[in-house]
C-alpha cells in the first residue's frame, strides 16, 4: 500500500507551495494531455464505428460518444463568434450540426486528424446559421416568435383562400390587432439588409441609392461663398460696400458712383485694389 502510494505524494507537495506563476505553467501541459486523450479516443471510436452497420443501436452509441468526445472542439470554433451578439447555446447547437455532419463524412484511412477535417465544417454551419437566419436588425423577442406565428398564418390562410390574405384576416386568425400583424411583417423584412445599390425589382428601375435626392447646384458655390465671407472682412469698410453694391445689388459702376458721391474712374480702381487684396489673402489659390 505505501508503494502505490508513494509516487502521489510528490507532486501534491508544489501544488500547494507553488508560486502564482506556477498555475499556468501547469495549465498548458493538462491541456495538451486533454487534447491528446481526445485525439487517442476519437481514433478508437472511429475505428470500432467502421466495423459496425449504421443505423444498429451500438453504431448509434459509438456516434454519439464520438459527438460528445469532440463538443470542446465546437465550443472552441463558437467562442470566435463571440462578438456577435448571439446566444452563444444557439451558436454550440448549430457547430454541433457541422460537427454531426463531419463525424459522418469522416474517413479516418485517408490519415487525417480529425479536429483538423472538422473545424472547417464546423465554422462552415456556424458562417452559414449567420448568413441565414441572423436578422441584420435586432427586433424584441415577443415580436420575433409572433412573426413566426404571422408567418405560418399567412401560409395556412393562401392554401385555404387561394390568394394572399389580407392583414384583417390574418389578424382575425391570430386574434391581434392589425397593426400587431403589420409590426411582424415588417420584423420579417430585418433578417436580409437590401443594398442601396440593387436594383429595384419588377419596376426596372434603378437603385434606390439612385433615386435617393439629387445634385444641387447650389452646393457647388457654398464653399467659395464662405472663402469670400472671410476675406470680405478683412477689407476696408468702404471697399466692403463697393462690392457689395456692385455683385450683390447688381449696380452699374456709374450707378455706384453716384450712390457713394465718387467718380466712376475711383470706383473703378477701388474695385481693382480690392480685387488684388483679394487674391493675396486667398491662401487657397496662392
Not at 484511412?109 to 473545424?119: L, S, Y
Not at 384583417?168 to 392589425?178: G, P, V
Not at 439588409?193 to 426596372?204: K, P
Request: glycine content about 6%; hydrophobic content about 35%; proline content about 8%.
Amino acid at each position: 500500500m505505501p508503494a502505490s502510494t508513494a509516487p502521489h505524494a510528490p507532486p501534491q507537495a508544489p501544488a500547494q507551495t507553488a508560486p502564482p506563476e506556477g498555475p499556468p505553467a501547469q495549465d498548458a501541459p493538462e491541456g495538451r494531455r486533454r487534447g491528446a486523450d481526445t485525439r487517442a479516443l476519437t481514433q478508437v471510436l472511429f475505428a470500432q464505428l467502421k466495423e459496425l452497420d449504421p443505423g444498429t443501436p451500438e453504431h448509434s452509441r459509438v456516434r454519439g460518444a464520438l459527438i460528445e468526445a469532440n463538443l470542446p472542439l465546437v465550443r472552441y470554433a463558437a467562442a470566435r463568434f463571440r462578438s456577435r451578439n448571439e446566444p452563444m447555446e444557439d451558436v454550440i447547437q448549430v457547430g454541433t450540426i457541422g460537427l454531426i455532419n463531419a463525424i459522418d463524412r469522416f474517413d479516418p484511412d485517408r490519415g487525417v486528424q480529425f479536429p483538423t477535417f472538422a473545424m472547417p465544417t464546423v465554422v462552415g454551419e456556424i458562417k452559414r446559421y449567420f448568413r441565414d437566419n441572423v436578422r441584420t436588425v435586432h427586433v424584441p423577442r415577443r415580436l420575433h416568435e409572433l412573426w413566426v406565428q404571422v408567418n405560418s398564418a399567412t401560409e395556412d390562410l393562401t392554401t385555404s383562400f387561394g390568394r394572399t390574405p389580407t392583414t384583417a384576416e390574418i389578424a382575425e386568425r391570430l386574434r391581434i390587432t392589425e397593426d400587431e400583424v403589420l409590426s411582424c411583417i415588417e420584423a420579417g423584412r430585418s433578417y436580409h439588409a437590401t443594398s442601396l445599390e440593387a436594383a429595384q425589382e419588377g419596376d426596372g428601375l434603378p437603385g434606390l441609392l439612385d433615386r435617393l435626392g439629387y445634385e444641387d447646384p447650389a452646393l457647388d458655390g457654398v464653399e467659395h461663398r464662405d472663402l469670400v465671407r472671410h476675406l470680405l472682412v478683412q477689407l476696408p469698410e468702404r471697399e466692403q460696400r463697393i462690392l457689395l453694391l456692385r455683385y450683390y445689388s447688381n449696380l452699374t459702376q456709374s450707378q455706384i458712383s453716384a450712390e457713394l458721391g465718387v467718380s466712376q474712374m475711383h470706383v473703378s480702381r477701388l474695385l481693382a485694389r480690392s480685387f488684388a487684396r483679394l487674391r493675396s489673402a486667398n491662401r487657397i489659390e496662392a
